[in-house]
């Protein structure tokens, strides 16, 4: 399975929550109504009750820096009588229609005859700024494709600042041992060479490391200033305020813990999309031991947002396999398409499974709820984001 986010990663996989909110924010998540993405990528596009014709989702691209869903590839078969060509709309353009099981799309005729087709280059021209320019002149300033919106905003929600003003900053040192990216965020693990303890230490995006020259590897020594406390989910962090590595220093955050990088353009991740109709590819992986592949992702097609991963354990070409869902915050991308938990094979045994009911189990608020308990983790929000169409057209 490709990467959900980064914040997938998420972004997120995920969004950031403020902890006076989590309660609220998390029994919203519960209740949210949950798709396979299988179903989203069959769904139809209509723009009913003023046009009879139905165009065909083809497949939908997510933004791993986000965990969402960014644009769909839509074959036009006629809707408001455009015909014969297969263009890349905003999802921002789409509402879910639960009902129904279907998109309905807020373009009018001109707007969708003049959105780019999609073409030989696939998604490499999605991030063309060509591309994005003609996709504002067409719709307006979307958050998909919006330089401006971009720089503007906090491009990695930082959930850690208030650890800084909950706890002081202490020195560590120590060699690394692991490196690895989630939620937008590079990670280390660094071994006390006297005590043979290890601790797993928040850093900041790679692109910032790399500019300026405090990318750490396996094997190198490094002296960190960091704070060591516990989120609302009761999961234990660590969080570097400055990472001293290569004979150079860099401040990472600044001493109330707001992240240094939350404006400046280096901090932005590279572009990675994926198609959804290739998210179903790779492992889940326990503490390095494999335990089931990926069968399916699993959206709440109204913010658009990647929730959950559905992995298939046991059973023969698909029967009598046990199916877990496995919330985006709960695992991290790691190469070749796996997935990488914190927790061991024999704890994942031990959670929460899809009844003969399937994904419709999540669209129960308990069965939810006790799915993000297991794994330890906050809700994801769900919220349509700014600029996105607000309301669904009416079927006859």
């Keep these: 399975m490709t990467q959900f986010t980064h914040a997938l990663v998420a972004p997120t996989l995920v969004a950031a929550f403020v902890s006076a909110g989590m309660a609220t924010a998390t029994a919203a998540a519960a209740d949210a109504s949950f798709v396979p993405g299988s179903k989203l990528v069959d769904a139809k596009v209509v723009s009913r009750p003023t046009d009879d014709h139905d165009a065909g989702i083809e497949d939908l691209v997510v933004d791993a820096r986000e965990g969402r869903i960014v644009f769909a590839i839509v074959d036009t078969n006629g809707v408001l009588g455009v015909d014969g060509r297969t263009v890349v709309v905003p999802y921002g353009a789409l509402n879910w229609d639960a009902a129904h099981g279907d ?7 001109d707007q969708l005859r003049a959105l780019p087709e999609y073409g030989k280059s696939g998604l490499a021209d999605l991030d063309s700024p060509s591309w994005r320019s003609t996709l504002r002149s067409i719709v307006g300033d979307w958050p998909e494709f919006s330089d401006e919106d971009a720089s503007r905003q906090s491009t990695f929600p930082d959930r850690y600042t208030w650890l800084f003003r909950e706890h002081d900053a ?14 937008g965020l590079t990670t280390i693990t660094v071994g006390d060479g006297s005590s043979g ?6 850093l900041a995006p790679s692109a910032f490391l790399k500019r300026h020259g405090v990318m750490p590897a396996v ?3 490094v002296q960190l200033e960091a704070v060591a406390g516990q989120m609302p989910s009761g999961r ?3 969080v570097a305020r400055s990472i001293d590595v290569h004979d150079k220093q860099a401040d990472l955050r600044t001493d109330q813990g707001d992240a240094m990088w939350s404006t400046a353009a280096d901090g932005r991740a590279p572009v990675h999309y994926v198609l959804v109709s290739d998210m179903d590819d790779g492992s889940l992986y326990g503490q390095g031991e494999a335990f089931g592949d990926v069968d399916e992702a699993v959206f709440e097609p109204t913010s658009g947002r990647a929730a959950f991963a559905i992995v298939s354990v046991g059973g023969v070409l698909g029967v009598n396999d046990i199916l877990y869902p496995v919330p985006c915050k709960a695992f991290r991308p790691a190469q070749d398409h796996n997935l990488m938990s914190d927790l061991p094979v024999s704890k994942l045994k031990l959670a929460p499974k899809l009844s003969k009911e399937g994904i419709a189990d999540l ?9 993000y308990e297991f794994y330890n983790v906050d809700a994801p929000s769900f919220d349509r984001p700014r600029g996105w169409s607000s309301g669904a057209k009416a079927h006859d």
């Design 236 to 238: 234990k962090v660590c």
């Design 219 to 221: 094997q190198d020594e």
């Design 197 to 202: 303890e290890r601790q797993t230490v928040v």
């Design 103 to 109: 998109f309905l799309l807020s373009l009018t005729a």
């Design 170 to 183: 202490k020195r560590m040192s120590g060699r690394v041992t692991a490196v690895e990216s989630g939620d």
């Design 363 to 371: 669209n129960q608020h308990d069965f939810a709820t006790t799915v």
